[in-house]
């Protein structure tokens, strides 16, 4: 366990926990089985309650009836013993971009992932990918191409993106880059305000884009009807992406009361990635520099201090790991959810922060975010009420996304 979370650890993933096997249909992709939960405490994350005894039917990809019913005739029974229900997390920021990533997501009950750049379009692929039933998920909102100053290898994603070796310095070049994403159909953009925290040699609080650089990227995706993510540690950076009309900021560290007061009245929504700074400071998982640790040190209580405004304010706030789910990373949704409670959320307040609010902010939550009717059944089981103990979500027993079965651990919970 590390020292510094304040919750306790994940049960690591494994390439051989047990899923249920599935044959894949002649086409290649995975069935959508039509299940019905019994005896499922159901968790409404919209009112906070839990629905007892439900039962939830499944079918054709979708939650079909939320009810006290019989099951239906047909259906696939699995007898929950009361253990609960609730909707997929959801990670608004993530660098996830290949098949072992997005099976760990799956792994600890992660559904739905927002993109925050890849070194090409991986996003997009796995996106596609999941939509076509070739895999279970996670659903994928796609980046694509981070715009920031210095593409590095990332330029060779594209052949169009030649030219932009001398930079993304210009307001030519940042549209013409943000038309390279458009034309490579992604969901959402992201840009910076300003330096990153986990490199030695960059100081988070510096801006990179001033607010008329950070106008035209929002214009450009506009045309498209695109959002913007904008990583933004310091104040300065951060007030010009709201003024901007970036759709959410990533991070926020060191936001002033006047940027908070500037995003509560912009209905701008604020994914603090607070795990990823007590990674900063612990050896091992992401980032492991004796100068990040030192920075860390003194970001966790800034952080700390922005999420309770933050919060306190109205701001809408929204789970991400900052994360690539590789083999190395320790820090996961279910983390960042209980973290949250901890520095003052109730569990209702921090669960809904990463399903129905994160799927508010990924304008999504017509099709995700809640066990109810017409849903896409994006579903997890975890053996104790989330309202009350929030870390049992750091234990997924079962996950099923876009009705497609991914992991199940139910043998292994208790009878």
Do not use: C
Not at 16 to 38: C, E, K, Y
Not at 303 to 329: C, F, N
Not at 332 to 351: C, I, K, Q, S, Y
Not at 352 to 376: H, K, Q
């Amino acid at each position: 366990m590390r020292r510094h979370w304040l919750v306790g650890g994940i049960i690591a993933a494994s390439a051989a926990l047990p899923v249920l096997a599935q044959s894949r249909q002649p086409d290649g992709t995975l069935p959508q089985p039509h299940v019905a939960f019994i005896n499922a405490n159901v968790v409404d994350v919209r009112a906070g309650t839990i629905k007892r005894n439900a039962t939830v039917v499944v079918r054709g990809g979708r939650i079909a009836a939320v009810s006290t019913d019989p099951s239906p005739s047909g259906a696939t029974i699995i007898d929950l013993k009361g253990k609960y229900l609730a909707p997929g997390l959801m990670d608004a920021h993530t660098h996830l971009d290949n098949l072992a990533a997005a099976r760990r997501a799956l792994e600890t009950g992660v559904t739905t992932v927002r993109s925050a750049s890849v070194g090409s379009f991986r996003d997009v692929a796995l996106r596609e990918m999941v939509r076509g039933g070739f895999l279970a998920g996670p659903d994928v909102l796609a980046a694509g191409l981070f715009v920031t100053p210095q593409l590095d290898d990332a330029i060779l994603a594209d052949p169009a993106l030649a030219q932009l070796i001398v930079g993304v310095t210009t307001i030519d070049r940042l549209r013409q880059l943000v038309r390279v994403n458009l034309a490579h159909g992604v969901d959402v953009i992201k840009t910076r305000g300003t330096e990153r925290a986990g490199r030695p040699e960059t100081d988070p609080r510096q801006q990179t884009y001033s607010e008329v650089e950070l106008k035209a990227i929002v214009d450009e995706a506009a045309t498209k009807n695109v959002p913007i993510l904008a990583h933004a540690h310091g104040d300065e950076g951060a007030y010009a992406a709201v003024k901007a009309g970036v759709r959410s900021i990533e991070h926020g560290t060191y936001l002033s009361d006047s940027t908070l007061a500037l995003m509560k009245a912009r209905g701008t929504y604020l994914v603090p990635t607070y795990s990823t700074l007590l990674d900063l400071i612990e050896p091992g998982g992401d980032y492991d520099d004796p100068v990040t640790k030192v920075r860390g040190m003194h970001m966790l209580p800034r952080m700390q201090e922005t999420l309770r405004k933050a919060h306190q304010l109205g701001i809408p706030i929204v789970t991400g790991a900052d994360v690539g789910y590789t083999s190395q990373s320790v820090t996961r949704v279910a983390h960042e959810v209980a973290n949250f409670a901890a520095l003052g959320m109730t569990p209702a307040d921090a669960l809904r922060s990463a399903t129905v609010t994160a799927a508010e902010l990924f304008r999504i939550a017509d099709r995700t975010g809640a066990v109810e009717p017409g849903l896409e059944a994006d579903l997890i089981v975890v053996e104790h009420n989330p309202l009350e103990r929030i870390g049992t979500l750091q234990d997924v027993l079962y996950v099923i996304s876009n009705g497609r079965v991914a992991v199940n651990r139910l043998g292994f919970g208790k009878t």
